[in-house]
């Protein structure tokens, strides 16, 4: 939370599937009341309409907080989703729903909550269409796999080859597993359809294609997962949310090494993706003259100039999102500008 702005009632919510403690405190007083029952998404929202004053709610990221983001938000001042990773209080001394939701309006009133961002407009589709296609391509890599290795393991080169009767069952698994590829790819076929319905309807996600390298899955990823480019202060956070930088780790004014920021590695994959694509392109391609000139004039290795062109195809990704214009190769950055901005030795 970085708004210093106070309201009349702070209200934390710890959700089960069958339980639900709700805990509240007001602006004036420190006493805590605290609700427990079984979970009553219509009993919230009357009891949070029979509130005085200002409010603002709390509930930790989790698979149905979507969900409950869209069932309360027009209902309070403010809903914060948190990043349960950080409530480092929670995970000290006993712990119950009621325990739970005590110490989780305590740290709201004391603005120590880190926000997850969720959005409530037309991008919860896009969202989902991108968090489905992802577990499609987890689960027909998985099977491709297994199929590669039970052929492996009875030493057959392909699937086609015959099958003495003693690898019976090997024969009746594999078939199964030609059955789930099959059906990925088809699976897979229509969500690329909808993904180039996607791309002709969203303004943002036309502009994201002009960037070299970026196709149409690749722009509703990266649409659906800024949402608002704005949300991020600057290029710096967002490249830290896309794991495409590390973090200088400082104390009483010495330097001891960088590490890794919590980042989006789903982000990160779709950059580094996106950078492979424009390096194979060919020589016409600017990203790819831009990889030429890190590599044969400034004696990059070739990990740091890959590196750098998916930090470049961020940034750009950013400030069209931001600005909502498309990519102009007029405009692209020189090479002292970019070199003096992104690459890193």
């Known amino acids: 939370m970085n708004e210093a702005i106070t309201y009349d009632n702070y209200i934390a ?43 603002i709610l709390t509930i930790e990221e989790s698979t149905a907080s979507q969900w409950l983001y869209t069932e309360f938000r027009e209902h309070v001042d403010r809903l914060l989703v948190c990043d349960p990773y950080r409530n480092r209080l929670l995970s000290e001394g006993a712990k119950n729903d009621k325990i739970d939701a005590t110490k ?51 030493g057959k080169s392909h699937k086609k080859d015959s099958f003495p009767p003693e690898l019976l069952a090997d024969k009746f698994v594999l078939d199964r597993l030609e059955r789930r590829i099959e059906d990925y790819k088809t699976q897979k076929a229509e969500y690329e359809r909808e993904f180039q319905r996607l791309c002709k309807k969203h303004k943002s996600i036309k502009n994201l294609k002009t960037i070299p390298g970026i196709g149409d899955i690749h722009a509703v990823q ?4 800024v949402v608002d480019a704005k949300r991020f202060e600057n290029q710096g956070r967002f490249l830290s949310y896309c794991g495409l930088v590390k973090l200088e780790r400082m104390s009483g004014g010495k330097s001891y090494g960088k590490k890794s920021p919590r980042y989006n590695r789903a982000f990160k994959h779709v950059f580094k993706m996106a950078s492979q694509s424009v390096i194979q392109a060919g020589v016409t391609n600017p990203m790819h003259q831009f990889y030429e000139y890190l590599i044969n004039e400034k004696k990059k290795s070739e990990y740091i100039a890959r590196h750098t062109i998916a930090r470049k195809i961020a940034v750009l990704s950013y400030g069209i999102l931001k600005t909502n214009k498309a990519f102009d190769l007029k405009k692209f950055g020189g090479t002292k500008k970019t070199e003096k901005d992104l690459v890193r030795s």
């Open 222 to 225: 990266i649409a659906a997962t």
């Open 104 to 154: 989780l309006v305590r740290l709201l009133r004391s603005d120590m909550l880190k926000e997850v961002f969720h959005s409530g407009d037309e991008f919860i589709y896009l969202r989902k269409i991108v968090s489905g296609y992802d577990d499609l391509i987890r689960s027909g890599v998985q099977a491709k796999n297994q199929r590669s290795a039970l052929l492996r393991a009875i």
């Open 13 to 55: 919510i710890d959700w089960a599937q069958e339980t639900m403690a709700i805990a509240r405190m007001t602006n004036k007083q420190d006493k805590i009341k605290v609700f427990e029952g079984p979970s009553d998404v219509r009993g919230i929202r009357e009891f949070l309409k029979g509130l005085r004053g200002t409010k």
